[in-house]
């Protein structure tokens, strides 16, 4: 019954931290259009792709205790972030055993800014068109955030990156 919780707790886990709720938002859905099988639904939002259910299950993770959240004020705006705790670690021994190339993507993943992942994000959002067209949707959706032609080249080399490492 846990186990779609569980599977958030595996992937925050394997990040060994993930810093800020958007940064959460785009890595999940991102590992998700690479096939791994996580079940949140995802609509597209302010911020890119965004799951109402992946929000309610990291808040009851940490009201279980299984996720700690650490809230870090950095002036302009709140920052948080997540890591396992001794009780998420215990509760992993239900989950499933990763695919094996998920700490890879995760780790690619975690190393990039919320920014780029959210222009990562909704490119996969809208890749059922053409390369081309994903480009024009993103600069309608996200015309405040003036990505770059060198952005969205970055973007889509770090998917084909991505891509490599997915579940076939």
């Given at each position: 019954m846990l186990q779609e919780h569980?599977?958030?707790?595996?992937?925050?886990?394997?990040?060994?931290?993930?810093?800020?709720r958007k940064k959460i938002q785009k890595m999940i859905y991102i590992a998700k259009k690479m096939s791994f099988p996580f079940a949140?639904?995802?609509?597209?939002?302010?911020?890119?792709?965004?799951?109402?259910?992946?929000?309610?299950?990291?808040?009851?993770l940490c009201a279980?205790?299984?996720?700690?959240?650490?809230?870090?004020?950095?002036g302009s705006y709140v920052q948080y972030s997540y890591t396992t705790t001794d009780e998420g670690t215990s509760f992993l021994e239900t989950a499933?055993?990763?695919?094996?190339?998920?700490?890879?993507c995760v780790d690619m993943m975690n190393g990039k800014s919320?920014?780029?992942?959210?222009?990562?994000s909704t490119l996969l959002y809208f890749d059922h068109l053409d390369k081309n067209e994903q480009i024009a949707?993103?600069?309608i959706v996200k015309s405040k955030l003036n990505f770059t032609g060198q952005e969205m080249t970055d973007a889509f080399d770090f998917?084909?990156?991505?891509?490599?490492?997915?579940?076939?």
């Amino acid at each position: 019954m846990l186990q779609e919780h569980a599977k958030i707790v595996q992937f925050i886990s394997i990040a060994n931290e993930v810093k800020g709720r958007k940064k959460i938002q785009k890595m999940i859905y991102i590992a998700k259009k690479m096939s791994f099988p996580f079940a949140e639904k995802y609509e597209l939002h302010m911020y890119g792709p965004y799951s109402e259910e992946l929000t309610l299950r990291i808040e009851e993770l940490c009201a279980m205790g299984f996720l700690a959240e650490q809230c870090v004020d950095k002036g302009s705006y709140v920052q948080y972030s997540y890591t396992t705790t001794d009780e998420g670690t215990s509760f992993l021994e239900t989950a499933q055993t990763p695919h094996e190339t998920l700490a890879v993507c995760v780790d690619m993943m975690n190393g990039k800014s919320s920014r780029f992942l959210e222009l990562v994000s909704t490119l996969l959002y809208f890749d059922h068109l053409d390369k081309n067209e994903q480009i024009a949707k993103v600069h309608i959706v996200k015309s405040k955030l003036n990505f770059t032609g060198q952005e969205m080249t970055d973007a889509f080399d770090f998917i084909a990156e991505l891509q490599r490492c997915s579940v076939q």
